[in-house]
């Protein structure tokens, strides 16, 4: 079981009508069948009883996420969502050494029975991810991810089409980074099976931007530990 934190902890920026969070990894947006877990929806509205989520991160995915506090913010959002009005904004570890500046990938998606986006020429929806580097190791490259639509999975299979999977996201090709592979003479008991040093997809929902009445909102989620100490392991040991 993952542990909870309280939800006036992930509050990142708060006014009279919305509310940023920094959604923590393996919480559920919604209410999941089967599951006596909390969602983020639940716990939003005892906070706030009329909270109504504007979007939904993946169960796994960390990250900014923004709550309408009234039915008419709520609508307003929707619009602004529908519209493609909010600047979304990712950040990914990948595999390999990737060097893109605004490399658009545009490559139409549809979603298997088994629930997993796959690449569909014939019969898939549109779907664009513009992709810029941030930061390059010697194996590894953290990927600022902006999904122009808002496709299942689609930041994860767009950046597997240019073979560059997400750290950990074994569903789409991607390796669970180990020590072992970056650090000379790591030793580890060989009675013991090596732990991953990330243990879900290295993907975070980094920044929402957009505008209400004049009113401009640019809101950052800092990354979550994991992330966090992944990327200083890369740059102790992968630079």
């Known amino acids: 079981m993952h ?80 519209a493609r009005e909010i600047e979304k904004c990712y950040h990914a570890l990948v595999g390999g050494i990737l060097q893109v500046d605004h490399k658009s990938i545009v490559l139409p998606l549809s979603v298997t029975k088994k629930g997993l986006a796959k690449i569909d020429m014939k019969e898939g929806k549109p779907a664009e991810t513009v992709i810029t580097t941030v930061k390059t190791w010697q194996h590894y490259t953290l990927v600022e991810c902006k999904p122009i639509s808002g496709r299942l999975h689609q930041i994860r299979i767009h950046l597997s089409s240019q073979n560059f999977p997400i750290v950990a996201d074994t569903q789409y090709g991607g390796k669970v980074p180990l020590l072992s592979k970056m650090k000379r003479n790591f030793k580890f008991s060989k009675l013991e099976e090596e732990q991953g040093l990330i243990k879900r997809v290295a993907l975070h929902a980094y920044k929402l931007n957009f505008d209400i009445d004049g009113k401009v909102y640019d809101v950052i989620a800092p990354y979550p530990k994991d992330m966090d100490v992944l990327i200083k392991l890369f740059d102790k040991h992968d630079s």
């Open 3 to 82: 542990k909870i934190p309280p939800f006036k902890d992930m509050i990142v920026f708060e006014d009279d009508h919305l509310i940023f969070i920094n959604k923590p990894s393996y919480i559920s947006s919604l209410d999941e069948r089967n599951s006596d877990a909390a969602s983020l929806l639940s716990l939003a509205k005892r906070y706030w009883s009329e909270a109504q989520l504007c979007h939904r991160l993946d169960k796994e995915t960390s990250g900014i996420m923004v709550i309408a506090k009234d039915p008419e913010t709520y609508r307003t959002m929707a619009m602004k969502f529908e």
